[in-house]
C-alpha cells in the first residue's frame, strides 16, 4: 500500500498548499497536483495587503512559492499535471491526470474559481482582442486608449483604478447604480477625472471586424435602450466561476455552483474535503482559502485514524 | 535556456531557424507570464529539436507589434518563417507541448 498517498490535493493555491504543509506535518504522504505553478489566483494578485504578517504587502506570486517551499520542506510532493478526472466515492480515490493515475486515501479538492464570462456573442472570437479578464496583465496593451470596465465589485474597481492611470479613458459598467466594491476600493475610482460611470447597464453585443474590436452595444436595464460605446477594449470582471467540472455528479454543489462543506471542509463523500474558492462560503480570500486547508487537514487526519480503528 | 529575442536576432534565430520555434511573450509585471515563464524553460532544456524563444514585450516592442500581441502571455509556433499555431494565457506543460 506504499504507493497509495494519505491525502491528494488538487490545485496549488493557497487552500492547497495550506492543506499539504499541514497534512505534511502531521506525517502524512501527500501529493499536490498543480497544473501551472503555485498560488493559484493569488499568483496573478499584483500586491497583497490583507494577508497578515507582510506588513508592506507582498507580491501573489511570491507568496505562493512561499507556500509551495514551506509545505514542501515537510515532505509534501508536488505534481506538475493537469487533473482530467476524479473517482472520489470508493475508500481508495483515483486521481487522473495527464501524465497517469495516482491514488489516495484522501482527496482534498481546492480547485478554485475562474473568471466568469459575459456571455455575449463574440467573446471567445474576440478573447485577448478586444476582451480580456486581467487588467494588470493587458492594461499595458491599452496606453492612452480607451477601455471598459464591466462589474461593480472590488476587482472591478481596482482595475478601473489600475486602468485610469494608464489609459486616456475607462467606462465602468455596472448593472446596478453603485459600485458593490468595498469602501476602501470606491474612492479611487469614483475620483480619477478620466473614469466615466455607466450605471444600470450591461453589455448586450459586442462590435467588432477583421481590423479591430470598436466597441460595444450598451443596454440600459432600466429603460431598455441600447446604445453603441465605443472602445479599444473591454476588461471583464462580473465575478468567479467555481472550478468544478472534476466533480459534477459525484459532489453535492450549493445552487451557485459551489462545493458544498460547511466550516470542517467535509463534502458529501467520506475523505472527500472541498477548501478555498471552490467551496460554499461567505468570504473569499487568502486567508480564508489558508484556513480551509488547515481545517481539512485537521478533519483528513481524523478521518483517516477512525478507518485505522 | 530559452533564447532571449530581439529585433536584431529575430531573423537569424527565427525566421531562419531549420528547426520549430516556440517563442513565448512575456513581460516581468505579468502574472500569468510568471506561471509559465518556468514550464517554457523546462521544455527549453527537454528538448533539442525545437528552438525555445523568449520575447519581453516591454523591451520589444516592435516585436510585439509585428505579432499583434495585446495579450499575455502568449505563445506561438514558427516553422520554416510562419506561424503555424499560437496560444494566448498561461497553459500547462502538454497543452504547450500541443502547440508543437
Given at each position: 500500500m506504499d504507493h497509495i498517498y494519505d491525502m491528494i490535493i488538487v490545485g496549488g493555491g493557497p487552500g492547497g498548499y495550506t492543506a499539504a504543509l499541514y497534512a505534511a506535518r502531521a506525517g502524512m504522504k501527500t501529493a499536490l497536483i498543480e497544473k501551472l505553478s503555485a498560488g493559484g489566483q493569488m499568483a496573478l494578485t499584483e500586491q497583497i495587503d490583507n494577508y497578515p504578517g507582510f506588513e508592506e504587502g507582498i507580491e501573489g506570486y511570491a507568496l505562493g512559492f512561499k507556500m509551495q517551499q514551506q509545505a514542501e520542506r515537510f515532505g509534501a510532493e508536488t505534481l506538475y499535471s493537469e487533473v482530467t478526472g476524479l473517482q472520489l466515492k470508493e475508500a481508495i480515490k483515483t486521481v487522473q491526470t495527464a501524465d497517469g493515475s495516482y491514488q489516495a486515501k484522501t482527496v482534498v479538492l481546492a480547485t478554485g474559481a475562474n473568471p466568469r464570462p459575459?456571455?455575449?456573442?463574440g467573446e471567445q472570437a474576440c478573447l485577448g482582442r478586444g476582451i480580456h479578464y486581467c487588467a494588470s496583465c493587458?492594461?499595458?496593451?491599452?496606453?492612452?486608449k480607451t477601455v471598459m470596465v464591466v462589474g461593480g465589485g472590488n476587482t472591478a474597481a481596482a482595475d478601473a483604478l489600475l486602468l485610469s492611470r494608464l489609459c486616456r479613458k475607462v467606462i465602468l459598467v455596472h448593472?446596478?447604480?453603485?459600485?458593490?466594491?468595498?469602501k476602501l476600493y470606491h474612492s479611487s475610482p469614483e475620483q480619477a477625472e478620466n473614469v466615466e460611470f455607466r450605471w444600470?447597464?450591461?453589455?448586450d453585443a459586442l462590435r467588432f471586424d477583421e481590423e479591430a474590436f470598436r466597441g460595444v452595444a450598451l443596454?440600459?436595464?432600466?429603460?431598455?435602450e441600447v446604445t453603441n460605446v465605443d472602445c479599444d477594449g473591454v476588461f471583464v470582471a462580473i465575478g468567479r466561476n467555481p472550478a468544478t467540472e472534476l466533480v459534477q455528479g459525484q459532489l453535492e454543489l450549493d445552487p451557485s455552483g459551489y462545493v458544498l462543506a460547511d466550516e470542517t471542509c467535509r463534502t458529501n463523500l467520506p475523505g472527500v474535503f472541498a477548501v478555498g474558492?471552490?467551496?460554499?462560503?461567505a468570504l473569499r480570500q487568502v486567508i480564508t482559502a489558508a484556513a480551509d486547508g488547515a481545517v481539512a487537514a485537521f478533519y483528513a487526519e481524523e478521518y483517516l485514524a477512525e478507518r485505522m480503528e | 535556456m530559452a533564447l532571449i529575442i530581439t529585433k536584431d536576432n529575430f531573423e537569424q534565430k527565427v525566421l531562419k531557424s531549420t528547426k520549430p520555434v516556440l517563442l513565448d511573450f512575456w513581460a516581468s509585471w505579468c502574472g500569468p507570464c510568471r506561471m509559465v515563464g518556468p514550464i517554457i524553460e523546462e521544455i527549453a532544456a527537454e528538448r533539442e529539436d525545437i528552438v525555445v524563444g523568449k520575447v519581453n514585450v516591454d523591451e520589444e516592442q516592435e516585436l510585439a507589434a509585428q505579432f499583434r500581441i495585446s495579450s499575455i502571455p502568449t505563445l506561438v509556433v514558427i516553422k520554416d518563417g510562419k506561424i503555424t499555431n499560437q496560444a494566448m494565457g498561461a497553459r500547462p506543460k502538454a497543452q504547450i507541448l500541443a502547440l508543437l
Open positions: 459575459l456571455g455575449v456573442a493587458d492594461g499595458m496593451f491599452y496606453k492612452d448593472r446596478r447604480d453603485t459600485l458593490r466594491a468595498t444600470n447597464s450591461a453589455v443596454k440600459n436595464l432600466q429603460t431598455g474558492d471552490v467551496r460554499s462560503k | -
